[in-house]
């Protein structure tokens, strides 16, 4: 029972079409995804908090055929057929100078600063903040009804010189097909721990 929490809490239907019963697919319908529904994942996924708004996500929706052949090439053998039957594949990266975008992100305070001189730590902020933007796309991409099937199996140097080549302070982060998931391509549900296995509360 969810109800017991908040008056506010989602349905059961809605927290299974997210978390319960959603599942990283490794096969996809012949179905496509429009634009529209990109920009719907957008719309949702900006909105999620990141530290000081930093907004540091850089997405390249890979969607044409030619383009969904270079991202093949950079992928590894396994993801190969993942990536070639997806509709759309996201390539997720980050933006190591996002603290340049700050003055209009984080206006009532002068948070460029904070970045200022520290490359390394923009590195660190953006790697961080870009993974929750990524895990924002898949739960964006869930509510409106479309699957995941999130990759880490790709040559980041290939796929960042390939999608990213005219920002050369962007860096790919992970991948994400994105599609209505053929459910004959997934398997029994892996486990998943207890409360008690994995945390504490003190």
């Keep these: 029972m969810t109800t017991q929490f908040h008056d506010h809490v989602l349905s059961d239907a809605a927290l299974?079409?997210?978390?319960?019963?959603?599942?990283?697919?490794?096969?996809?319908?012949?179905?496509?995804?429009?634009?529209?529904?990109?920009?719907?994942?957008?719309?949702?996924?900006?909105?999620?908090?990141?530290?000081?708004?930093?907004?540091?996500?850089?997405?390249?929706?890979?969607?044409?055929?030619?383009?969904?052949?270079?991202?093949?090439?950079?992928?590894?053998?396994?993801?190969?057929?993942?990536?070639?039957?997806?509709?759309?594949?996201a390539v997720i990266g980050y933006d190591i100078d996002f603290h340049e975008e700050l003055p209009w992100l984080f206006p009532h305070t002068d948070a460029k600063s904070w970045f200022e001189g520290d490359e390394e730590g923009r590195k660190e902020g953006a790697f961080r903040n870009s993974s929750l933007q990524g895990a924002y796309l898949m739960l964006a991409a869930r509510a409106i009804g479309l699957d995941c099937g999130p990759m880490s199996g790709f040559d980041k140097d290939a796929v960042t010189a390939a999608f990213f080549a005219d920002a050369p302070r962007h860096r790919v982060n992970f991948i994400c097909s994105i599609g209505y998931g053929d459910p004959e391509s997934i398997f029994e549900r892996s486990p998943r721990p207890d409360f008690g296995r994995f945390n504490e509360i003190v």
Excluded: H
Excluded at 33 to 53: C, E, F, G
């Design 16 to 89: 299974d079409q997210l978390f319960n019963k959603a599942r990283s697919y490794n096969g996809w319908l012949d179905k496509p995804v429009s634009d529209a529904q990109l920009y719907a994942i957008w719309d949702l996924l900006k909105m999620a908090p990141t530290s000081a708004n930093m907004q540091p996500v850089r997405i390249v929706w890979v969607k044409s055929d030619e383009a969904r052949a270079k991202l093949v090439e950079c992928v590894s053998d396994g993801n190969k057929d993942k990536v070639a039957a997806a509709p759309v594949t």
